[in-house]
Structure formats: structure tokens, C-alpha cells
């Protein structure tokens, strides 16, 4: 059995600033496939509507993956299966943006408090406004499918470890992350096609989620075990949904948090004694 949940919860920054929660997370059920994503939009000035963006960052993966029956490799290539996913993804958003621009375009009052070269930016492309990472996970049939660009956490779960799914050889500077609304983010868009049956489970996590454990043997240790622990013993999991909420409210460091996963509960008990 699959346990599937996801979660987005305001920061106390941005409710004390009075700004919009930029996360958005969602999951996605039917007979052939589940589906989890998790988008973290952009804080800077200039990314105006980076809520939308999240959104529609999570709208596009969910819409790209339904659109997939089958991982068929005698057809496509796995790079080319890869390839055309993440091209899929990024078109299905612009498109989700190019429709949302043309709905509501962006206003003079919307731009008032930006500098001019902010404002000079957001004319020559708007689609900055929507400035957001991306991360996304299927399990159809056999096969985990998972999708990212930028900061957000994409972890696999095996054997009572845990490990990023993706790693960039090319990290940008401090504080600033890939985004799907840059010129290059096709470059930067990232798809991997593993075999389910070799994991426990698959999580994303925004850095609101993550940054507060400092490291990935804290994080596994105080929270991804436990959490498993209680799956494999079939325990109410209510207390995730609250949890997200305190470290959104209380105990993080103060930013939007987003949490989503799915967790096979039919898995070695001795890895999470």
C-alpha cells in the first residue's frame, strides 16, 4: 500500500509581512499512477507573482505526467524519454503562464514599489514575475519519476537511509537557485526514471522543511525514520499535518513550508528498528 500525503503552510515571515505563501504542493491519485509535486516560488522583489508560478509549476507537472501511459523504452530511448519529459514540463508551463499574462496582465500598481531596472526587466519579460523552482514525483507501474529544477529537496527513501536524487555539479552561488523562469532552464530541468521497486519511498521537501535539521543524517534521523516507523506499525499519521504547520509557524526559520511524499509500507521493519 502507498501512503501519500502533501502539505503547504504559510511562514510566520510572510504572514507577519502580510505577503502571499509562495509554496504550493499537491498530490495526484488515479489506477495507474501517483503523483506528488512541491514548488517553492521565488522571494526577491522582482518575482511579483511567484505564488502563481508555483502553482502553475505544479499544474504543469501533474498535467505532463497524466499524459503519460507507460515508460515504453523500445520506443524512446531512456535519454530520450527523459528529454522529452522535461521539455514537456517546461512548455506545459509557459503555456500556463502565456495564458495567465493574457487573463491578467501585469498591472502598474503591481510594479509601483520596484526599482526601474526591476520594472524594465518585468516589460522586456514578464514571465520573471513567476519565478519558481519545481519538483515532481510518479509511480506508474514500476517505475519512480522524478522531475526538479532549483532548491526544492527530491529524496529517495531505501533500507533506512535517505538520498538526493539529484545532484547539480554546477550549483549556483549562495542564496540563489535554477528557476523555471529563466531563458536556460531547459538546461538546468532535471528527469531520472528509477526502478520503485528498489525504494521505500519518495520525498520532497521545500529548504522551509529541511533547512531546520542542518543536515541529511539529522533530517533522516529525526524525522524520516520516525516517520517510517509509524507507517510500517500502521500508526495515525495526523501528526504530519500538524508538524508542517508548527515548522511553518513556530519552529522553522520563519519561510513557507511544503512537504509531500509516497511511502510503500511493505518494507524490510529491520531498517527502521
Known amino acids: 500500500m502507498l501512503h501519500v500525503f502533501s502539505k503547504t503552510c504559510i511562514g510566520y515571515t510572510h504572514l507577519n509581512n ?33 505564488d502563481i508560478g508555483s502553482r502553475l509549476a505544479s499544474y504543469a507537472i501533474v498535467n505532463v505526467f497524466c499524459g503519460l501511459k507507460d515508460i515504453n523504452y523500445r520506443k524512446y530511448t531512456v535519454k530520450e524519454t527523459r528529454d522529452k519529459i522535461r521539455l ?14 493574457a487573463n491578467r496582465p501585469i498591472k502598474k500598481i503591481e510594479t509601483e514599489e520596484l526599482d526601474d531596472d526591476k520594472k524594465d526587466l518585468l516589460r522586456i519579460s514578464p514571465v520573471k514575475a513567476y519565478g519558481t523552482t519545481l519538483s515532481g514525483a510518479m509511480v506508474l507501474d514500476d517505475k519512480l519519476i522524478v522531475i526538479s529544477i532549483g532548491d526544492t529537496e527530491v529524496i529517495g527513501i531505501r533500507n533506512g537511509e535517505i538520498k538526493k536524487l539529484f545532484d547539480y ?14 531563458e536556460d532552464a531547459y538546461d538546468y530541468l532535471r528527469v531520472k526514471i528509477y526502478d520503485f521497486k528498489f525504494y521505500d519511498g519518495v520525498l520532497l521537501c521545500t529548504d522551509g522543511f529541511s533547512s531546520p535539521y542542518q543536515s541529511y543524517d539529522n533530517f533522516n534521523e529525526s524525522f524520516v525514520r ?3 516507523q509509524k ?5 495515525d499519521l495526523s501528526y504530519v499535518n500538524k508538524f508542517v504547520e508548527d515548522m511553518a509557524l513556530n519552529l522553522g526559520i520563519g519561510d513557507d513550508v511544503s512537504l509531500a511524499f509516497i511511502i510503500n509500507d511493505k518494507v524490510f521493519k529491520k531498517y527502521y528498528k
Not at 31 to 47: K, L, M, P, Q, S
Not at 88 to 101: H, T
Not at 231 to 235: A, L
Request: contains cysteine.
Open 18 to 50: 502580510k505577503k502571499p505563501c509562495q509554496d504550493f504542493s499537491s498530490q495526484y491519485i488515479d489506477n495507474d499512477r501517483t503523483i506528488i509535486t512541491c514548488c517553492d516560488g521565488h522571494g526577491g522583489e522582482v518575482y511579483i507573482r511567484s
Open 88 to 101: 514537456e514540463v517546461l512548455c506545459e508551463w509557459n503555456k500556463l503562464i502565456e495564458r495567465e499574462l
Open 169 to 182: 555539479d554546477d550549483d549556483p552561488a549562495a542564496n540563489l537557485t535554477y528557476s523555471m523562469c529563466q
Open 226 to 228: 520516525p516517520l517510517m
Open 231 to 235: 507507517i510500517i506499525n500502521h500508526e
